[in-house]
């Protein structure tokens, strides 16, 4: 019975994975488990560590540490290839504010971890962990995590301990802060339904089309390229001709000429839509079901980007139009109808609307690839080389006058970086950084819960003593104020001052966490998809700032 004690009790490779997988798999069936209407989810994976560690189950101290950093390398770096392509876009127009907002909890919850430690005493290290478990981010507990042990040479078990003492209330202090500011403002959630579909009437850099007629004398006898010009850098596309004259309708290209009383189909924004209409002629309402019946001939589809050879090309370096005799007015790309202008850069898992007859589609389709089977290949070379690079990137140390230590990005600072630009940028340099959602959410499921895992074993031991004697409770009080003041403060003034749709509201509250169990309960509370909108813009910033705060408190304060 030895390999029995040994793979139980020993601290070889089979007794660490399979120590791990119980933990992994105990934790999400936990998980699963509400409250309430609420879960922590696969937080629970934490506390089932935290609790086989406190019975004396362990892991090889370096084949832990190991485990613990892959699995935060693997997490970081997928939370930052799926915000990446939003995390600049989201600085646009009203994403500002929200983002100014969300910048505001992260450092008022630095500003009151500090206070805290100063009339306390408690160690800094200890604080930055009761922080990360109070805004429930654990990346922010791996940076920390990190941080300390690049300067110390040693993990500071005390992070782990604030985190998991401070998360459970921290969940409920979020979703608590949402409802005082609906009770506190007196919002009426059918009224704030009523003016955010006002808002969302405004929808100014997604294409859509409209039909008009040509009426403008400027515009006779020149061709679409001619009007190209003439026009500007207005975003548009002529989709459809139908000729007054003959009655016939036909594909819009460069040498179409356009003559009085013509109808054209044209795609542009919200933003350009007014400009084009005048300089056209007269809008006319003509429904697109009118356009299909005329083009008995012409066959409407989408299709996928999916050949490597074609990321990064601009859509007018393919010459489709006057190759194949298509026209393509729309491209979409993460569920946003973009105007299809020669300019556009295509990336794999775009998908392109062409309009030509069937014969052309098909020669189309060729060049652009249309492969579904393509697109669920994983692309592990922009992973693991992004990795790579992002770890060199996290080790480089940065001398600050001042500080004693150098500032490293770290394991989790670097591949985040890393991740946000290959993913936003990858393609100007041919890297294919498409990823399925599924493949993404299970690359990033694995990281957290091994990393989770890792850290619950290894803070177990002290667990238990740290809540009855080491002050554990007052450290639950502390995070709650971490949670709820900030959160408060800057709710009452994106209300009271910039007047943020409540449900918008409650996604930038929640986002600015990085809690999903408050973007359920506004989801489910709200009924349309304004928190998520609101949670995914200020999400990328508020992860960024989350993990950057982490390490600077250790390495400016430990």
């Known amino acids: 019975m030895e390999w029995l004690n040994e793979l139980l009790w020993g601290e070889g490779i089979a007794h660490s994975v399979m120590l791990l997988s119980i933990v992994i798999v105990g934790g999400i069936l936990l998980g699963k488990v509400k409250i309430g209407g609420i879960s922590l989810g696969i937080t629970f994976v934490l506390f089932v560590g935290i609790f086989l560690g406190h019975f004396g189950f362990s892991i090889h101290p370096e084949i832990l540490h190991f485990f613990k950093e892959f699995g935060l390398i693997l997490f970081v770096y997928s939370v930052g290839m799926q915000v990446g392509p939003g995390f600049f876009s989201s600085f646009k127009k009203g994403g500002i504010t929200l983002n100014m907002l969300a910048a505001g909890v992260v450092f008022l919850g630095v500003v009151t971890t500090l206070i805290i430690h100063y009339i306390t005493g408690i160690s800094m290290e200890t604080m930055v962990g009761i922080l990360s478990g109070a805004v429930t981010n654990t990346p922010g507990l791996g940076a920390a995590q990190q941080a300390y042990s690049d300067i110390h040479g040693e993990p500071a078990p005390t992070i782990a301990l604030g985190y998991a003492v401070a998360y459970p209330l921290g969940v409920v202090g979020i979703i608590l802060a949402i409802l005082c500011i609906r009770f506190l403002f007196r919002i009426d959630l059918g009224k704030e339904s009523d003016r955010l579909k006002v808002e969302d009437n405004k929808h100014e850099n997604e294409a859509s089309p409209v039909s008009l007629l040509v009426k403008n004398p400027a515009v006779f006898g020149k061709t679409v390229g001619e009007l190209s010009a003439l026009v500007g850098d207005r975003e548009f596309v002529l989709s459809r001709i139908w000729y007054n004259n003959?009655?016939?309708?036909?594909?819009?290209?460069?040498?179409?000429?356009?003559?009085?009383?013509?109808?054209?189909?044209?795609?542009?924004?919200?933003?350009?839509?007014?400009?084009?209409?005048?300089?056209?002629?007269?809008?006319?309402?003509?429904?697109?079901?009118?356009?299909?019946?005329?083009?008995?001939?012409?066959v409407n589809r989408r299709i996928l980007v999916t050949k490597s050879e074609v990321n990064g090309k601009q859509l007018g370096e393919l010459r489709l139009r006057k190759s194949?005799?298509?026209?393509?007015?729309?491209?979409?790309?993460?569920?946003?109808?973009?105007?299809?202008?020669?300019?556009?850069?295509?990336?794999?898992?775009?998908?392109?609307?062409?309009?030509?007859?069937?014969?052309?589609?098909?020669?189309?389709?060729?060049?652009?690839?249309?492969?579904?089977?393509?697109?669920?290949?994983?692309?592990?070379?922009?992973?693991?080389?992004?990795?790579?690079?992002?770890?060199?990137?996290?080790?480089?140390?940065?001398?600050?006058?001042?500080?004693?230590?150098?500032?490293?990005?770290?394991?989790?600072?670097?591949?985040?970086?890393?991740?946000?630009?290959?993913?936003?940028?990858?393609?100007?340099?041919?890297?294919?950084?498409?990823?399925?959602?599924?493949?993404?959410?299970?690359?990033?499921?694995?990281?957290?819960?091994?990393?989770?895992?890792?850290?619950g074993i290894g803070a177990g031991k002290g667990f238990v003593d740290t809540i009855i004697n080491g002050g554990g409770l007052l450290w639950i009080g502390y995070g709650f104020i971490i949670t709820v003041l900030p959160l408060m403060i800057i709710g009452t003034i994106g209300r009271y001052f910039y007047k943020v749709n409540y449900f918008t509201l409650m996604g930038l509250l929640a986002g600015s966490t990085t809690d999903p169990p408050a973007l359920a309960y506004s989801n489910a509370t709200a009924g349309n998809d304004a928190p998520a909108v609101g949670y995914a813009t200020v999400y990328p910033l508020t992860m960024f700032l989350r993990v950057l705060t982490a390490q600077l408190m250790i390495l400016f304060f430990a």
Not at 267 to 285: C, L, R, S
Not at 407 to 419: E, N, Q, R, Y
């Open 324 to 455: 194949y005799g298509i026209n393509i007015t729309r491209i979409s790309r993460a569920g946003v109808d973009l105007v299809a202008t020669p300019h556009l850069v295509l990336q794999v898992g775009d998908r392109v609307n062409v309009v030509g007859t069937e014969a052309s589609i098909v020669a189309v389709e060729k060049v652009l690839g249309n492969s579904m089977k393509r697109l669920n290949e994983p692309n592990l070379i922009s992973i693991f080389l992004g990795i790579a690079i992002g770890v060199f990137l996290g080790s480089i140390p940065i001398t600050f006058p001042g500080i004693p230590q150098p500032v490293k990005l770290g394991l989790a600072g670097g591949p985040l970086i890393v991740a946000i630009l290959v993913s936003r940028f990858g393609y100007k340099y041919k890297l294919v950084t498409y990823t399925t959602a599924s493949a993404n959410l299970m690359l990033r499921e694995i990281g957290i819960t091994i990393f989770l895992a890792c850290v």
């Open 246 to 298: 003959s009655k016939q309708m036909e594909i819009v290209s460069a040498d179409t000429v356009l003559n009085e009383n013509d109808k054209v189909l044209v795609v542009t924004t919200e933003n350009d839509a007014e400009a084009i209409k005048t300089f056209i002629g007269e809008e006319i309402q003509m429904d697109r079901k009118e356009w299909i019946s005329l083009e008995s001939q012409l």
